[in-house]
């Protein structure tokens, strides 16, 4: 068998179909793309080659892909020795979500957008320790009502005790991450590619032991993009250098 497909977290977060998709190499394989949804790929272990029209990626771990309009497939390659695991997040795009989108600025509308999350923008936010390193992988408005990021940090620390009502949000496990994530007075551990639904409007923080890793992804889905303001939380790093 090439292929392994369950479908994750059924019916909690609206219009979104969350998949844990596997491909075992050799294998081709390829996924057709359907009209008013977005699709998300998380790809969290193995290796593989994606195509895109005329464009080829080489997948490693912790890559996303998002096709756009342009799109309608795309071509896995997974070699012998491999097995490709990512998530699929499939959304259903609302008449509002697809004005917002014929609206967003030039520069935040992609034929495919991908980026690997070690190579994505980092910011500070004020629950988090200055030993945290967070970087932003989907940015706002790209795909309507929704932001990625991820969270990375050595033991002990935590993520201070915040809440929000505007969004519904998940935690996935990275590598190594070992953490307990507490949402008002319950908590459970998340291991690595675990995914934990955070309840919505719950006071909820992270904490992670010594010699134990947190690194996790959030992914922020919007209730309305007016909620998206509270991602003026995260303040980018700078990166400007003085010239001398």
Known sequence: MHTFTEELLIGEIADTKIEHVAYVGPTEQTITLTDKNVTMFLFIKGNGTLHADS??????????AIPFDEISN?????????????????KKLSDQDIEDMNNFPEENKYNLFFTRFADCESYTEKIKSPN???R?????DIVPRVALGTVEAPGPDEVGAHK??????????????DIVVHADGASAQLKEYAL?????????????EENKKMYYMWMDFFLTKEGQEWLK??????????DY
Do not use: C
Not at 164 to 175: I, K, S
Not at 233 to 242: A, E, G, I, M, W
């Open 55 to 64: 464009m080829t990626y080489g997948l490693v771990p912790e890559s996303i």
């Open 196 to 208: 934990l639904h955070i309840p919505i409007g719950s006071s909820h923080w992270v904490s992670v």
């Open 136 to 140: 932003t992988v989907l940015p706002a």
């Open 233 to 242: 939380t995260h303040k980018p790093v700078s990166t400007d250098k003085n």
């Open 74 to 90: 795309l071509q896995f390659e997974v070699p012998a020795g491999e097995e490709l695991h990512f998530v699929r997040f499939t």
């Open 132 to 134: 945290t390193i967070s």
């Open 164 to 177: 929000h009502a505007m969004l519904d949000q998940l935690f996935l496990g990275l590598t190594d991450n």
